[in-house]
């Protein structure tokens, strides 16, 4: 497609269900990010997908995140047993590293609220 | 892990005044971007500016990247320039290292 899509664009969970989050990354792009936004913060870095490599999780903030992507395409963001601190914009970023320059191009986000 | 400094933290413009926005960070990058995040929360690229000087219509950028600082000028602005404006940059691990932002606010 024309840009990073992601879905759903809201989502309102109970506290101690599980979401997951989809993203839609640029064609072709190989390398695909999550991000978390708290209400008036910058943006966190999650976790990084790059090709068929082992993906660098080392800004999930716990064991009840997870991210999946098959190949260069459709990535997804799990969160299980949701908690109220978990309410923040999901972001999802892609860019071709392999190509100059490494500009990242983000989607629209997710914006979870856990009540 | 590299720190990432903005300021001002908020600003408030009339319509038509000039403004400049500093990003610092504490070590060398490989790579650097300008975001403008709009009202409804959209993140929208500005500048990719590791280095040097770039324009963009009433944008301009520049960073210096031996005294670890970026400059994002806004001239003449407009109410729709109106969000935060973020830098990020990456120190070679692959993932950016957003600030905090610059909320801007022009008025009519």
């Known amino acids: 497609g024309a840009g990073v899509s992601q879905s759903p664009s809201n989502k309102v969970t109970e506290k101690g269900k599980d979401v997951e989050l989809r993203c839609d990354p640029i064609s072709g792009h190989t390398a695909l990010y999550w991000y978390r936004q708290r209400l008036g913060q910058g943006l966190e870095f999650l976790i990084y997908f790059q090709g068929n490599s082992a993906p660098d999780k080392s800004g999930l903030p716990s064991d009840r995140f997870s991210a999946e992507r098959t190949g260069e395409s459709v990535s997804t963001l799990t969160i299980q047993r949701t908690q109220q601190e978990d309410s923040a914009v999901y972001l999802c970023?892609?860019?071709?590293?392999?190509?100059?320059?490494?500009?990242?191009?983000f989607g629209p986000g997710t914006r979870l609220t856990v009540l | 892990g590299i720190q990432v400094e903005q300021s001002p933290p908020d600003l408030i413009l009339q319509e038509g005044a000039n403004s400049t926005l500093r990003c610092n960070f504490s070590d060398s990058v490989n790579n650097l971007q300008w975001f403008h995040q709009n009202p409804w929360g959209q993140l929208i690229n500005l500048f990719y500016?590791?280095?040097g000087t770039k324009q963009n219509g009433r944008l301009s950028a520049t960073t210096v990247a031996t005294e670890r600082y970026s400059l994002l000028y806004i001239s003449s602005s407009q109410t729709t320039d109106s969000g935060v404006y973020f830098c990020a940059v990456d120190s070679g691990f692959q993932k950016l290292v957003f600030g905090t932002g610059t909320r801007l606010l022009v008025s009519p």
């Open positions: 500016i590791p280095s």
């Open positions: 970023a892609s860019t071709h590293r392999d190509r100059a320059p490494d500009t990242q191009y």
